[in-house]
Nanobody, 114 residues
Framework: QVQLVESGGGLVQPGGSLRLSCAASGFTFSNYFMRWYRQAPGKERELVAGISAASDITNYLDSVKGRFTISRDNGKNTVFLQMNSLKPEDTAVYYC???????WGQGTQVTVSS
Protein backbone atom coordinates (compact mmCIF):
# COMPACT_ATOMS: atom_id res chain seq x y z
CA GLN A 1 0.00 0.00 0.00
CA VAL A 2 0.98 3.63 -0.31
CA GLN A 3 3.21 4.97 2.45
CA LEU A 4 4.59 8.46 2.97
CA VAL A 5 6.89 8.76 5.95
CA GLU A 6 8.04 12.25 6.88
CA SER A 7 11.00 12.75 9.21
CA GLY A 8 13.57 15.32 10.24
CA GLY A 9 11.41 17.68 12.24
CA GLY A 10 12.22 18.92 15.71
CA LEU A 11 12.77 21.92 17.94
CA VAL A 12 15.16 24.55 16.59
CA GLN A 13 16.03 28.11 17.56
CA PRO A 14 15.15 31.02 15.28
CA GLY A 15 17.75 31.27 12.53
CA GLY A 16 18.46 27.56 12.64
CA SER A 17 18.09 24.89 9.99
CA LEU A 18 16.34 21.57 9.51
CA ARG A 19 16.19 19.11 6.63
CA LEU A 20 12.94 17.23 6.22
CA SER A 21 12.70 13.95 4.34
CA CYS A 22 9.71 12.08 2.97
CA ALA A 23 10.20 8.44 2.02
CA ALA A 24 7.56 7.20 -0.39
CA SER A 25 6.51 3.69 -1.34
CA GLY A 26 3.60 1.87 -2.95
CA PHE A 27 3.30 4.08 -6.02
CA THR A 28 5.46 5.24 -8.91
CA PHE A 29 7.17 8.12 -7.16
CA SER A 30 9.06 9.30 -10.24
CA ASN A 31 5.77 10.01 -12.06
CA TYR A 32 4.49 12.53 -9.54
CA PHE A 33 4.91 16.22 -8.94
CA MET A 34 5.59 16.29 -5.19
CA ARG A 35 4.58 18.97 -2.73
CA TRP A 36 5.32 19.92 0.87
CA TYR A 37 2.46 21.39 2.88
CA ARG A 38 2.32 22.63 6.45
CA GLN A 39 -0.40 23.18 8.99
CA ALA A 40 -0.04 25.34 12.06
CA PRO A 41 -2.43 25.06 15.05
CA GLY A 42 -5.74 26.71 14.27
CA LYS A 43 -4.79 27.41 10.66
CA GLU A 44 -5.55 25.80 7.33
CA ARG A 45 -3.03 23.60 5.60
CA GLU A 46 -0.90 25.63 3.20
CA LEU A 47 1.30 24.73 0.27
CA VAL A 48 4.95 25.40 0.99
CA ALA A 49 6.88 24.05 -1.99
CA GLY A 50 6.58 21.81 -5.02
CA ILE A 51 8.91 19.98 -7.38
CA SER A 52 8.27 18.37 -10.75
CA ALA A 53 8.99 14.73 -11.48
CA ALA A 54 12.23 15.58 -13.27
CA SER A 55 13.21 18.29 -10.76
CA ASP A 56 13.18 20.91 -13.52
CA ILE A 57 10.38 22.94 -11.97
CA THR A 58 10.18 24.13 -8.38
CA ASN A 59 7.87 26.60 -6.72
CA TYR A 60 7.62 28.10 -3.25
CA LEU A 61 5.32 29.97 -0.93
CA ASP A 62 6.43 33.61 -1.02
CA SER A 63 7.27 33.66 2.68
CA VAL A 64 9.80 30.82 2.35
CA LYS A 65 11.50 31.85 -0.91
CA GLY A 66 15.24 32.14 -0.47
CA ARG A 67 15.12 30.16 2.80
CA PHE A 68 13.68 26.76 1.82
CA THR A 69 14.84 24.43 -0.94
CA ILE A 70 12.91 21.42 -2.20
CA SER A 71 14.70 18.53 -3.89
CA ARG A 72 14.13 14.86 -4.66
CA ASP A 73 15.95 11.62 -5.30
CA ASN A 74 13.87 9.44 -7.58
CA GLY A 75 16.27 6.54 -7.11
CA LYS A 76 15.47 6.56 -3.41
CA ASN A 77 11.80 7.59 -3.72
CA THR A 78 12.46 10.49 -1.38
CA VAL A 79 11.65 14.18 -1.42
CA PHE A 80 13.47 16.68 0.79
CA LEU A 81 12.88 20.13 2.20
CA GLN A 82 15.94 22.03 3.36
CA MET A 83 14.82 24.81 5.68
CA ASN A 84 17.26 27.56 6.62
CA SER A 85 16.88 30.80 8.57
CA LEU A 86 13.87 29.38 10.33
CA LYS A 87 11.37 31.73 11.95
CA PRO A 88 8.79 31.14 14.69
CA GLU A 89 6.05 31.47 12.06
CA ASP A 90 7.43 28.37 10.33
CA THR A 91 6.22 26.30 13.28
CA ALA A 92 3.80 23.68 11.95
CA VAL A 93 3.34 20.05 11.07
CA TYR A 94 4.89 19.44 7.66
CA TYR A 95 3.47 16.91 5.19
CA CYS A 96 4.56 15.64 1.81
CA UNK A 97 1.96 14.94 -0.84
CA UNK A 98 1.95 13.50 -4.36
CA UNK A 99 0.08 16.09 -6.39
CA UNK A 100 -3.42 15.03 -7.37
CA UNK A 101 -3.42 11.92 -5.21
CA UNK A 102 -5.40 11.17 -2.03
CA UNK A 103 -2.25 10.19 -0.14
CA TRP A 104 -0.85 11.91 2.95
CA GLY A 105 1.71 10.93 5.53
CA GLN A 106 1.52 11.44 9.28
CA GLY A 107 3.59 14.62 9.10
CA THR A 108 6.60 15.79 11.06
CA GLN A 109 6.47 18.54 13.68
CA VAL A 110 8.70 21.58 13.24
CA THR A 111 8.90 23.97 16.18
CA VAL A 112 10.93 27.17 15.95
CA SER A 113 11.35 28.75 19.35
CA SER A 114 13.99 30.21 21.61
Amino acid sequence: QVQLVESGGGLVQPGGSLRLSCAASGFTFSNYFMRWYRQAPGKERELVAGISAASDITNYLDSVKGRFTISRDNGKNTVFLQMNSLKPEDTAVYYCHPNGSPYWGQGTQVTVSS
